[in-house]
């Protein structure tokens, strides 16, 4: 029985669930209105270098007398020395994240749960539907998948924002097109220069041809919009075990001890955040449970 | 006299005075020993030093929102029913520190509390309650991680159980299966009878505590008092669950139920039902800045799915009525604990019960859902 450590991250002191490691913010990337990303590096050399994480997993953050939020990791899990934390400032802690300069520093625990299940679906098609901040979290797959791409057969990336300067990540679009990538965007409202989709993301699955039988479909954004991409993607018959959710929740520990983020039977930081749809089948209808 | 020679497993009594050199033993052994107690009109547990600690010919009236002391019509000592308080308090204290940061030259220096892990003696833990400590372990000495707070604590406990002998209105152990009876998890174990203590030893540790105790073998008639005494006690529980082992299915399948809307007409989200639970195990962390924003002392706390935050998201709250947490409790307690842990969250102690200003009783809610459930 180990102690309250993580996994393959950032503790092997016996108090890691409590304590964190701090990480230098060595660069602050702004991606949209109220959206950066914070490019971190563990202070502890020995830190840096033992820690790894999966695509879809997420760290802890913590900034002293405000907090700690569950944010997703959204860079790259090929380089783990530099950890990106995409944060929409939202909350107490992300507000306050918002204020700080490069060269400050985060406390940060993880990484914790479990991610895109990416490695044992190799040969399939692949559609990543996301949507607002929830690219965030999928953008790591995305990476894995190019970094592998003779592994995984057609993938489309459908992405939604509520305008264009809400896209995150745009200058990325067109690399990943020309890495043979689909990359289908659109916005709830336009403006004066845009010239692309406008409508919500399910909208998009109208434009795909899916081969449902050789397809996996991994969906991050809000609850309501991810009910309808499951919608659309069982409506083409992908089957419920190929669709995976990554599910957002109120985190205090990450490991499962402090109860916040269950959802029914499951603890979202411990069994999630990606979970097969089947899992969730039978609560994702229930009105606030 | 034969010497009584003593082991693990050993099945003797001892006279009442007894008891006092065998806390004496455990204080000699580095324990606080703790124990029911009265205050404040409520059995409630404290440091005890012995029988002259203990609230001698005292037991509860206890209902649906209701609890007071009367005199137990006997001189024993452990015919209390379970008080406001559980174990809970001393394993996962309500406020445990877990560290103090201070600012220098933009770096955050950690300064780890040196806090010695209390060296506790329970005296007197129920069966319910006993039950309640084997359900914490799972939650937090898990295969994969274990808590670091709990654990320390838990590894050094001693425990000294009691037989129930008289339930309160508000129990329940019978049909959760956890009582009234204490058969596991002890050092030593007392069954209470007027003339005597019965003790059972249960661990290496409750045969060093008595080794110097002026034992005596068990009379045939001690036994069988003791044992109608606890078939007594089994067929006098407050409350009743019928069927328990369909009830997780039940809640499950029944998450649309029209009684989960008129429970939260009732439901005031006092949290007292999670406070009082001696398995209720959520927690939260506070940070305590000076007004400098230069210290910080995080600490991790009780916290209760009833609070409004505990399912708080930027985005909007998960759970933002009394309905979707009252449903988030109960399912959560009788249902879903199960394929997390794998024993039922509840262990029938009737404190839910007893502690809930509006009444609300659990055994009837299950009762309210059964009608016109899904299968």
């Known amino acids: ?289 | 006299m034969p010497e009584i020679k003593l082991y693990l497993g050993s099945r003797v009594a001892i006279r009442k005075p007894e008891f006092d050199r065998l806390l004496a033993n455990l204080a000699q052994a580095g324990y606080q020993t703790i124990g029911p107690r009265v205050k404040d009109a409520a059995v409630v547990y404290g440091p005890i030093g012995g029988l002259r600690d203990l609230p001698q010919g005292v037991t509860s009236e206890q209902t649906a929102g209701y609890y007071r002391l009367k005199p137990s019509g006997n001189e024993r000592y452990f015919d209390l029913t379970a008080g406001p308080q559980s174990w809970k308090q001393y394993l996962f204290p309500a406020r445990s520190e877990l560290f103090k940061l201070a600012k220098e030259n933009g770096n955050w220096r950690e300064e780890l509390l040196n806090q010695a892990t209390p060296k506790y003696a329970f005296i007197g833990v129920r069966a319910c309650e006993l039950s309640a400590i084997e359900v914490q372990d799972r939650v937090f000495l898990r295969d994969d991680f274990s808590d670091p707070i709990y654990r320390q604590r838990r590894e050094q406990v001693f425990i000294l159980a009691v037989d129930c002998l008289h339930p309160g209105g508000t129990c329940f152990c019978v049909s959760m299966g956890s009582g009234p009876a204490a058969k596991q998890g002890f050092d030593l174990k007392l069954t209470e009878l007027d003339e005597v203590f019965l003790l059972e030893v249960g661990t290496q540790a409750g045969l060093d505590a008595i080794q110097d105790l002026s034992v005596e073998s068990l009379a045939i008639k001690w036994q069988e008092d003791a044992a109608r005494c606890l078939a007594e006690a089994a067929r006098s529980m407050g409350r009743f669950i019928p069927d328990i082992k369909s009830v997780p299915d039940l809640l499950l399948n029944n998450l649309d139920h029209a009684e989960w809307d008129e429970v939260a007409t009732r439901c005031l989200n006092c949290t007292n039902c999670t406070q009082v639970c001696p398995t209720c195990f959520c927690w939260d962390v506070e940070d305590a800045t000076t007004l400098d924003g230069k210290t910080t002392q995080r600490s991790r706390v009780w916290d209760s799915c009833f609070n409004p935050a505990f399912s708080g998201l930027a985005g909007g709250n998960i759970r933002p009525n009394t309905k979707a947490r009252y449903r988030q409790w109960l399912t959560h307690k009788m249902s879903t604990w199960v394929d997390q842990f794998g024993v039922l969250g509840c262990v029938g102690c009737g404190r839910c019960i007893t502690w809930c200003p509006a009444n609300i009783d659990i055994t009837e809610e299950i009762k309210a859902i059964r009608v016109g459930a899904r299968e």
């Open chain 1, 1 to 289: 029985m180990k102690d309250l450590a993580v996994a393959s991250g950032t503790a092997t002191r016996s108090e890691a669930l409590i304590a964190p490691l701090w990480a230098k913010i060595i660069e602050i990337a702004p991606e949209a209105a109220g959206v950066s990303t914070y490019w971190l590096e563990f202070e502890d050399k020995a830190v840096r270098d033992r820690y790894r994480f999966a695509p879809g997993q997420f760290n802890m953050v913590y900034l002293p007398g405000y907090g700690e939020a569950a944010i997703s990791i959204s860079s790259h899990p090929g380089r783990p020395e530099r950890i990106g934390h995409t944060v929409r400032f939202v909350g107490n802690v992300t507000r306050a994240i918002s204020r700080l300069k490069r060269g400050d520093v985060l406390g940060l625990r993880g990484p914790f749960g479990v991610g895109w299940p990416l490695a044992d679906h190799q040969g399939r098609d692949v559609v990543i539907a996301a949507g607002g901040i929830g690219l965030a979290p999928l953008r790591p797959a995305i990476y894995h998948i190019l970094n592998h791409r003779a592994d995984y057969g057609k993938v489309t990336i459908i992405y939604g924002a509520r305008t264009p300067s809400d896209l995150l990540f745009r200058g990325e679009y067109d690399a990943w097109s020309e890495k043979g990538m689909e990359v289908l965007i659109t916005v709830d409202r336009g403006d004066e220069d845009w010239t692309g989709q406008v409508g919500v993301v399910p909208i998009l699955f109208y434009r795909l041809r899916l081969e449902a039988e050789r397809s996996m479909l991994l969906t991050c954004g809000p609850e309501i919009m991810m009910r309808f991409v499951v919608f659309e993607g069982l409506a083409r018959r992908i089957p419920q075990e190929r669709i995976f959710l990554s599910m957002e929740r109120n985190m205090k520990c990450g490991q499962g001890f402090c109860g916040h983020c269950q959802l029914g039977p499951y603890f979202i930081c411990k069994e999630g955040p990606v979970f097969r749809f089947d899992q969730l089948a039978g609560f994702f209808n229930v009105e606030n449970f």
